[in-house]
């Protein structure tokens, strides 16, 4: 592992599986630094762990950053836009291996046979390792660019005000081809943020009714049902909330049969957002302007 010479596979098979036991008790994924920072409550970090690269980047940070690389390649870790979640394999794999060694040991073992079967594989043992540690590197870096990314965009989005958020969210939908018929002005709206067509004159069901709110929390179920109570039989409705939505909100949604409904959190909407970006107006992208950086990104 590079950088981490000092540091045994026993070692950092006790601290992924820490960290795969702190991710399980959380269903819907934690952010990547808060998962570390919570591990590193939990165990005693060594001296070398503790101390720092000339980034000021935490040695243990890098260590089990690396360790879950293989993780992801072993089909037991997913990550997306900074947010780590165990998928079932990863916690079939917990229990079949309570060993720490045996249970990084496998995944390791799991992350060479998927290395073995891309194309143009380095054979000598010495220089795979020296490619796999440099893959890991290169994946690393791609974990901290859009990790960082990501942190400053959320912020973004949800410092933004809330009549400006609509206006975002209006912006989207007609970039996506509808037409927005109406928004709601400041003051009471009624449980409507946004109305929008699929033709110009509105004469072609559905209608789209949209409710947006800019909130940290999640949305609960009951205020779902709310929503869904002005819904009309040939209404679609698109619930957007910065702060997610509780489970029982998302299976209310899930399981309708009467009434057509989507929930939309904030990592779906900056997805459409970046999606349809090539369609928006030149206003409409500074509500949220975007800007590609090209860089080496790790191997798929």
Same mark, same amino acid.
Request: glycine fraction near 8%; charge should be negative; hydrophobic fraction near 40%.
């Given at each position: 592992?590079?950088?981490?010479?000092?540091?045994?596979?026993?070692?950092?098979?006790?601290?992924?599986?820490?960290?795969?036991?702190?991710?399980?008790?959380?269903?819907?994924?934690?952010?990547?630094?808060?998962?570390?920072?919570?591990?590193?409550?939990?165990?005693?970090?060594?001296?070398?762990?503790?101390?720092?690269?000339?980034?000021?980047?935490?040695?243990?940070?890098?260590?089990?950053?690396?360790?879950?690389?293989?993780?992801?390649?072993?089909?037991?870790?997913?990550?997306?836009?900074?947010?780590?979640?165990?998928?079932?394999?990863?916690?079939?794999?917990?229990?079949?291996?309570?060993?720490?060694?045996?249970?990084?040991?496998?995944?390791?073992?799991?992350?060479?046979?998927?290395?073995?079967?891309?194309?143009?594989?380095?054979?000598?043992?010495?220089?795979?390792?020296?490619?796999?540690?440099?893959?890991?590197?290169?994946?690393?870096?791609?974990?901290?660019?859009?990790?960082?990314?990501?942190?400053?965009?959320?912020?973004?989005?949800?410092?933004?005000?809330?009549?400006?958020?609509?206006?975002?969210?209006?912006?989207?939908?007609?970039?996506?081809?509808?037409?927005?018929?109406?928004?709601?002005?400041?003051?009471?709206?009624?449980?409507?943020?946004?109305?929008?067509?699929? !033709?110009?004159?509105?004469?072609?069901?559905?209608?789209?009714?949209?409710?947006?709110?800019?909130?940290?929390?999640?949305?609960?179920?009951?205020?779902?049902?709310?929503?869904?109570?002005?819904?009309?039989?040939?209404?679609?409705?698109?619930?957007?909330?910065?702060?997610?939505?509780?489970? !029982?909100?998302?299976?209310?949604?899930?399981?309708?049969?009467?009434?057509?409904?989507?929930?939309?959190?904030?990592?779906?909407?900056?997805?459409?957002?970046?999606?349809?970006?090539?369609?928006?107006?030149?206003?409409?992208?500074?509500?949220?302007?975007?800007?590609?950086?090209?860089?080496?990104?790790?191997?798929?």
């Amino acid at each position: 592992m590079a950088g981490t010479k000092e540091v045994t596979r026993r070692r950092v098979g006790e601290l992924i599986r820490g960290l795969f036991e702190i991710l399980i008790q959380h269903p819907e994924g934690m952010q990547a630094r808060d998962a570390i920072d919570q591990l590193a409550r939990r165990v005693t970090l060594t001296e070398h762990e503790q101390g720092s690269y000339d980034s000021g980047t935490r040695r243990f940070d890098k260590i089990v950053r690396f360790g879950t690389v293989d993780c992801v390649k072993a089909g037991w870790l997913q990550k997306s836009k900074g947010r780590w979640i165990v998928t079932d394999a990863g916690r079939d794999a917990l229990k079949t291996y309570p060993n720490a060694d045996a249970f990084y040991g496998r995944a390791l073992e799991l992350y060479r046979a998927w290395r073995a079967a891309q194309p143009a594989v380095v054979a000598e043992d010495e220089q795979e390792s020296e490619a796999i540690g440099g893959a890991r590197a290169v994946s690393i870096t791609f974990e901290d660019a859009e990790e960082q990314a990501w942190r400053e965009i959320e912020s973004y989005l949800r410092q933004m005000p809330p009549y400006e958020f609509q206006e975002l969210v209006a912006s989207l939908l007609r970039a996506m081809s509808y037409h927005v018929s109406w928004i709601a002005p400041p003051g009471k709206d009624g449980g409507i943020d946004v109305i929008a067509l699929v !033709d110009p004159l509105g004469t072609r069901p559905p209608r789209i009714k949209v409710q947006v709110k800019r909130q940290q929390t999640t949305v609960a179920v009951d205020v779902v049902r709310s929503f869904m109570a002005v819904l009309g039989d040939d209404d679609v409705g698109l619930f957007i909330s910065t702060g997610g939505f509780t489970k !029982d909100a998302a299976e209310e949604a899930r399981t309708q049969e009467k009434r057509r409904v989507m929930l939309i959190d904030l990592e779906q909407l900056f997805d459409l957002w970046v999606q349809h970006y090539d369609k928006l107006s030149d206003e409409a992208r500074q509500r949220l302007p975007l800007k590609p950086i090209h860089f080496l990104a790790p191997e798929p």
